[in-house]
Every structure is written in structure tokens, then in C-alpha cells.
């Protein structure tokens, strides 16, 4: 089973920035696609972001040209740069990995970090 950890997350004003960050750890052997999603509350899970192991990348229509989707394959880690943060980015962040184990292919959701977004 793989470990995610997620990070970055916090409180900031319309207009501001943050990082997130999100470390596979455990019986990984590749990692597909990674991506990030949200959920504000009272709606469903959202995609923000996805990048593949190759190929481009992918942006929900709201964040492009803000977020920014990146990976490190030799840490295991997924990044997204966020710039003008809105209100409406509020929301719970999960990181999500697709990647096979020796034995399997599997996806995981890290536990979620907190983004909140004020006026």
C-alpha cells in the first residue's frame, strides 16, 4: 500500500498563492497519472489538475492559466502552484495517484489538506 502525504494548504487572501505538495511513500514500482482534486462544501469531489507520466497536462477550465500541475518521479511528488486564488477555490485538496505495485495496479487518495480562499 502506498502513503500520501499532503501539505501546502492554508488560509489566504483573494489574490494570494500557495504550493501544495504530496509525497508517495510505500510498495510503489511506477507511478502513472497524478492528480489533484477539490471539494468545497455541499459538492462532489471535483478534478482540478492531472499529469501523466507523459504527455500534457490537464486543467479544470476555472483554474487555467492559475494553478499549475507539476511532479517529481525521483521524490515521488506531486505539486501544484496556485496564483490568484479566488474565494471559489475554496475547498479540501486530495492528491490522487495511479501506480503499480509489484503485484497490481492501483490508485490512491491522500487524506486531504485545506484550502480556504477569503474575500
Known amino acids: 500500500q502506498v502513503h500520501l502525504v499532503e501539505s501546502g494548504g492554508g488560509l489566504v487572501q483573494a489574490g494570494g498563492s500557495l504550493r501544495l505538495s504530496c509525497e508517495a511513500s510505500?510498495?510503489?514500482?511506477?507511478?502513472?497519472?497524478m492528480g489533484w482534486y477539490r471539494q468545497a462544501p455541499g459538492k462532489q469531489r471535483e478534478l482540478v489538475a492531472l499529469?501523466?507520466?507523459?504527455?500534457?497536462?490537464n486543467y479544470a477550465d476555472s483554474v487555467k492559466g492559475r494553478f499549475i500541475i507539476s511532479r517529481d518521479n525521483a521524490k515521488n511528488t506531486l505539486y501544484m502552484q496556485m496564483n490568484s486564488l479566488k474565494p471559489e477555490d475554496t475547498g479540501v485538496y486530495y492528491c490522487?495517484?495511479?501506480?503499480?505495485?509489484?503485484?497490481?495496479?492501483?490508485?490512491?487518495w491522500g487524506q486531504g489538506t485545506q484550502v480556504t480562499v477569503s474575500s
Open positions: 490522487n495517484v495511479d501506480y503499480y505495485t509489484y503485484t497490481q495496479r492501483r490508485t490512491d
Open positions: 510505500g510498495s510503489i514500482r511506477i507511478i502513472n497519472a
Open positions: 499529469i501523466p507520466s507523459a504527455g500534457s497536462t
